[in-house]
């Protein structure tokens, strides 16, 4: 009888995991959009940037996790126009400088905790930027076949410190503010 009673319980637990297994929703990067936008004393310039692969891990209608990886190498402005210093600005945020896209053609972010509010998250992450990981938060809104979310990211964090008013005193109008904004569309 103990036996049964033991098999019948591993049956339950069984069958009730099988119905709670997460799925991961795989975005569609060709409809997926990240639009950046970085400031300095004297205007902001704007861009965008390609996500390479992601998706959301769901366990029902509850966000769990996530794992999105971007091309850095993709990096586009967008508010200049060719031959007008947009290949200039593409080539320096492309360089050592800022995300030294030849040894760190990618970065990643990675969902560990989200917490649901009505159909929007307050999102823990993992964000790697030029092999530095840094923890940041953000809130996400989650509709049935899309999510938005917007990320004020610290570039210095990740050593990126070129025209940092944060570590150089003599830029005077010249600065670049330390925290560039990600607009995210992703597409599911």
């Known amino acids: 009888m103990k036996l049964l009673k033991s098999v019948l319980i591993i049956a339950v637990v069984l069958t009730a995991s099988a119905f709670t297994t997460p799925i991961k929703k795989t975005i569609n990067v060709s409809e997926s959009s990240i639009v950046w936008t970085g400031k300095k004393i004297l205007g902001s310039h704007t861009g965008t940037i390609k996500l390479q692969e ?29 031959g007008k210093g947009k290949e200039k600005l593409e080539g320096h945020l492309k360089s050592a400088d800022f995300f030294g896209i030849d040894a760190h053609p990618t970065a990643t972010l990675v969902i ?11 999102v823990n992450a ?6 530095t990981t840094e923890a940041v938060n953000f809130e996400l809104e989650m509709g049935s076949s899309a999510a938005i979310a917007s990320l004020k990211v610290d570039r210095t964090k990740y050593g990126i410190r070129y025209g940092s008013g944060s570590f ?6 010249k600065a670049i503010s330390d925290k560039f904004l990600l607009d995210v569309n ?3």
């Not at 990886?69 to 126009?81: C, F, G, H």
């Not at 560990?112 to 307050?122: E, Q, R």
């Not at 993992?126 to 092999?131: A, E, Q």
């Not at 150089?168 to 109008?173: K, Q, V």
């Open 126 to 131: 993992n964000l790697t930027i030029k092999g």
């Open 54 to 82: 992601g998706y959301l891990e769901m366990d029902n209608d509850q966000l769990i996790g996530g794992m999105f990886v971007v091309d850095m190498t993709s990096i586009d402005v967008t508010d200049l126009e060719a």
């Open 168 to 173: 150089s005193d003599d830029l005077g109008d």
């Open 186 to 188: 992703l597409k599911f």
């Open 112 to 122: 560990t905790k989200a917490t649901k509010n009505g159909n929007t998250y307050d």
